[in-house]
T-cell receptor, first 119, second 114 residues
Framework: GAVVSQHPSWVICKSGTSVKIECRSL??????MFWYRQFPKQSLMLMAT?????????EQGVEKDKFLINHASLTLSTLTVTSAHPEDSSFYIC???????????????FGPGTRLTVL | AQTVTQSQPEMSVQEAETVTLSCTYD???????LFWYKQPPSRQMILVIR??????QNATENRFSVNFQKAAKSFSLKISDSQLGDTAMYFC???????????FGQGTELSVKP
């Protein structure tokens, strides 16, 4: 099956610093990658959708200057949390999907997540 | 806009018994996908089962099966012969086949008791 990795799996940083999270599709080329945020005991909230070589599309209410997304290749997307504050502490999950020859998508493959703690 | 609703925040079942998790959704699309994902304490999202809306036959994967009622916009998950390893958060999700975005329900926390 398709494998997606995330790095780091957990990170602790000081308030005001920036943190970068990497998402890689290991055995397929991902047309589209998605970034989610999840608080304890809650559902996944989609933050943004990124396509290789183009700007990410952010969901309503997500600050694009706070959460910078880069999708430089078909196997790598990065999420940078800029000037992190304690309220940015959360579990961040990426997923990747493949545009089929039919022009449709049919599944997302999830990374293992990154736990961010901002002190 | 599409919405997904899971009305059971928590459920419990005895080991070896059967449990059904409910999910309803709303969409004006005719062609789409529905999913059940399992999120164990490790928090890795695991695909349990997928249903394509154009298929009338309910999907099954070993002990997991769905009851897909397209007209009623209902998509329930049945877990047979529940095992301790089934303890997890379960999310119902909707995907249109154009943008590939997943819309998740609120989740149901399932506990399997010995």
């Amino acid at each position: 099956g398709a494998v997606v990795s995330q790095h780091p799996s957990w990170v602790i940083c000081k308030s005001g610093t920036s943190v970068k999270i990497e998402c890689r599709s290991l055995d397929f080329q991902a047309t589209t990658m998605f970034w989610y945020r999840q608080f304890p005991k809650q559902s996944l909230m989609l933050m943004a959708t990124s396509n290789e070589g183009s700007k990410a599309t952010y969901e309503q209410g997500v600050e694009k200057d706070k959460f910078l997304i880069n999708h430089a290749s078909l196997t790598l997307s990065t999420l940078t949390v800029t000037s992190a504050h304690p309220e940015d502490s959360s579990f961040y999950i990426c997923s990747a999907s493949l545009l089929l020859a039919s022009g449709n998508y049919n599944e997302q493959f999830f990374g293992p997540g990154t736990r961010l703690t901002v002190l | 806009a599409q919405t997904v609703t899971q009305s059971q925040p928590e459920m419990s079942v005895q080991e070896a018994e059967t449990v059904t998790l409910s999910c309803t959704y709303d969409t004006s699309e005719s062609n789409y996908y529905l999913f059940w994902y399992k999120q164990p304490p490790s928090r890795q999202m695991i695909l349990v089962i997928r249903q394509e809306a154009y298929k009338q036959q309910n999907a099954t994967e070993n002990r997991f099966s769905v009851n897909f009622q397209k007209a009623a916009k209902s998509f329930s998950l049945k877990i047979s012969d529940s095992q301790l390893g089934d303890t997890a958060m379960y999310f119902c999700a909707f995907m249109d086949n154009q943008g590939g975005k997943l819309i998740f329900g609120q989740g149901t926390e399932l506990s399997v008791k010995p």
